[in-house]
């Protein structure tokens, strides 16, 4: 078995092609990763080297196949694989290692691939849990702009999480993100399993949650 898997490409919105990060982030980059070395097993890397660079105002696209260190990638930034070497900067500042409540508490929002809402809880409760973090009392203000944002949430808020579909799903684990009003959007591969008329739905949503929060996404197509 091979140590390491072929280094997945970037795309940004802003720009067609995007070149490696420097080892200083400069002030209007949010997102630095310099030189990363990560893995899930003791001398097995997924990513060797690993370079990225989101500025503001773009809309980050992490592509390539399965195994390509996608998902990896944004676990390294968001603390859930360790990082053996090489640096994640946030707006300035050195978060490499730091745990997932250390950065959800610095406004940093984590939709993973898969198992992405809590089956036994309702919509509502699924949306506190995430509201949690920045503080209730903004909870019915945020669920307000949710419920324009996702018109199918609103329908559902006491339908348990584990009876929806794969699509309503997505949409309930980006919700709930948006309740901890993160200032960065990690989401890893947000149209796996769905119908090309959700797809495009789900990435409407992303432009504009990109027009007031910075988002880095994966996916294994380009299209």
Known sequence: MSSSAPAPQSASSASPSMSASTATAPAENVVVLDDVVAGYLPG???LNGANLTAAKGELIGI??????????????????????SGSVVLNGEV????R????????VGFVPQTNNVFPSLTIA?????GAAVAGMQHFDEDLETIC???????????????????????????ARALMARPKLILMDEPSMGLSPLLVKEVFAIIKKLNQRRYVITTEHRAK
Do not use: H, W, Y
């Not at 944002?149 to 559902?156: I, Q, Y």
């Open 63 to 84: 592509i390539g196949p399965n195994g390509a260190g996608k998902s990896t990638m944004l676990k390294a930034i968001f603390g859930q694989v360790k990082i053996r």
């Open 125 to 129: 409760e699924n949306l506190q849990m």
């Open 95 to 98: 978060i490499t290692g730091l």
């Open 100 to 107: 997932a409540n250390k950065l959800v508490a610095k406004g």
């Open 44 to 46: 097995v890397n997924i």
């Open 148 to 174: 324009t944002l996702f018109p199918r949430v609103k329908e559902r808020l006491q339908q348990r999480g584990g009876t929806l579909s794969g699509g309503e799903q997505q949409m309930v684990a980006i």
